[in-house]
């Protein structure tokens, strides 16, 4: 009988590689939790989507972090291997703050790192604001600012492409396709043409960064890549409409350090308007770090650097 499982990187006595499901909310989640020492901070990553859940295949790119941190993935409610319930703004978010303070009895800590990834960026923020007493730093990646914004310059992006490649068949979808950022249709069918002119993921194709390893990652069977599949589409479905209305240009005001990495290539919740927002932000520290071989997924299309700069946080921070 085949079962989930996270291999040991060393045999240090104070390490922990640890596949579990703990209750989130009233719904069994499972968190992946990699560490060489226990008394290291805690790193938290909310992945994005929504639905787009990291614990299949996170662990493969994040090794230099475990040296560093207790690094902890987590499936969020609907996604990946993690039970469903209801999907509202709010259960998410209620989610990651008792999923912060359950890290933080369980390790004896009193604040975490957190990275919010594209989706993971919009409760990354809202947990900068709410929950900063928690908090070392926020590092937010694929950084959400105004959908309705991004999805426009994106829309653009996509139209240009077309034009300059002389795309016939993408140019006959884009002048069928009406621009609206909260419908479904328009989504996907916008999205199957920015992944086509790596507006997304720019080094490397969804196949080589979700499924190419899948075979070796035992945190996933092979069933659970389906229910992934199943996962993504329907978050996807459940919550692009709260998705569709954020917008953070108002919320300019952090008491945290905040760290924003920008992938150079990322038409997907594009960089400029990350670059403008981190133009407006106050905060005690901020900077913005561009990943120049970058789409929308820098921890993963450079993850070396990523992991590099975490790293680096850590000092200056802690």
Same mark, same amino acid.
């Given at each position: 009988?085949?079962?989930?499982?996270?291999?040991?990187?060393?045999?240090?006595?104070?390490?922990? %590689?640890?596949?579990?499901?703990?209750?989130?909310?009233?719904?069994?989640?499972?968190?992946?939790?990699?560490?060489?020492?226990?008394?290291?901070?805690?790193?938290?990553?909310?992945? #994005?989507?929504?639905?787009? /859940?990291?614990? =299949?295949?996170?662990?493969?790119?994040?090794?230099?972090?475990?040296?560093?941190?207790?690094?902890?993935?987590?499936?969020?409610?609907?996604?990946?291997?993690?039970?469903?319930?209801?999907?509202?703004?709010?259960? %998410?978010?209620?989610?990651? *703050?008792?999923?912060?303070?359950?890290?933080?009895?369980?390790? =004896?800590?009193?604040?975490?790192?957190?990275? #919010?990834?594209?989706?993971?960026?919009?409760?990354?923020?809202?947990?900068?604001?709410?929950?900063?007493?928690?908090?070392? /730093?926020?590092?937010?990646?694929?950084?959400?600012?105004?959908?309705?914004? =991004?999805?426009?310059?994106?829309?653009?992006?996509? *139209?240009? $492409?077309?034009?300059? *490649?002389?795309?016939?068949?993408?140019?006959?979808?884009?002048? @069928?396709?009406?621009?609206?950022?909260?419908?479904?249709?328009?989504? !996907?069918? $916008?999205?199957?043409?920015?992944?086509?002119?790596?507006?997304?993921?720019?080094?490397?194709? =969804?196949?080589?960064? !979700?499924?190419?390893?899948?075979?070796?990652?035992?945190?996933?069977?092979?069933?659970?890549?389906?229910? !992934?599949?199943?996962?993504?589409?329907?978050?996807?479905?459940?919550?692009?409409?709260?998705?569709?209305?954020? @917008?953070?240009?108002?919320?300019?005001?952090?008491?945290?350090?905040?760290?924003?990495?920008?992938?150079?290539?990322?038409?997907?919740?594009?960089? $400029?308007?990350?670059?403008?927002?981190?133009?407006?932000?106050?905060?005690?520290?901020?900077?913005?770090?561009?990943?120049?071989?970058?789409?929308?997924?820098?921890?993963?299309?450079?993850?070396?650097?990523? @992991?590099?700069?975490?790293?680096?946080? *850590?000092?200056?921070?802690?």
């Amino acid at each position: 009988m085949f079962k989930r499982k996270t291999p040991c990187s060393t045999n240090l006595p104070n390490s922990l %590689y640890s596949l579990e499901t703990i209750p989130l909310g009233g719904i069994q989640q499972s968190i992946l939790i990699r560490t060489d020492d226990q008394n290291h901070p805690i790193l938290l990553f909310l992945h #994005g989507g929504p639905g787009t /859940a990291q614990i =299949g295949f996170a662990r493969r790119f994040q090794r230099q972090l475990e040296k560093e941190f207790i690094v902890v993935n987590w499936d969020q409610r609907g996604s990946g291997i993690s039970g469903s319930g209801e999907l509202t703004l709010k259960t %998410y978010l209620d989610d990651a *703050k008792e999923l912060i303070q359950y890290l933080l009895e369980r390790f =004896g800590k009193e604040k975490i790192y957190l990275v #919010g990834h594209s989706w993971g960026s919009i409760l990354g923020s809202i947990l900068a604001q709410e929950y900063h007493d928690y908090l070392y /730093a926020y590092i937010g990646v694929g950084q959400i600012v105004c959908t309705v914004e =991004g999805e426009k310059i994106s829309f653009e992006f996509v *139209k240009d $492409q077309a034009v300059k *490649k002389r795309d016939k068949k993408a140019l006959e979808l884009l002048n @069928n396709l009406v621009f609206e950022p909260d419908s479904l249709d328009y989504l !996907f069918s $916008q999205r199957k043409l920015l992944d086509k002119y790596k507006g997304s993921l720019y080094s490397m194709t =969804g196949t080589q960064l !979700f499924f190419s390893k899948f075979l070796t990652n035992t945190e996933y069977l092979l069933s659970d890549w389906f229910r !992934f599949i199943k996962g993504n589409k329907t978050s996807i479905k459940y919550m692009w409409h709260e998705v569709a209305k954020i @917008n953070f240009w108002n919320v300019i005001d952090y008491s945290i350090p905040i760290y924003f990495c920008a992938g150079r290539f990322d038409f997907n919740t594009p960089s $400029q308007l990350v670059e403008e927002y981190f133009q407006r932000i106050h905060a005690p520290v901020k900077e913005l770090v561009w990943f120049e071989n970058s789409g929308h997924c820098p921890p993963f299309e450079e993850y070396e650097k990523f @992991n590099e700069l975490l790293c680096h946080i *850590k000092k200056s921070v802690g």
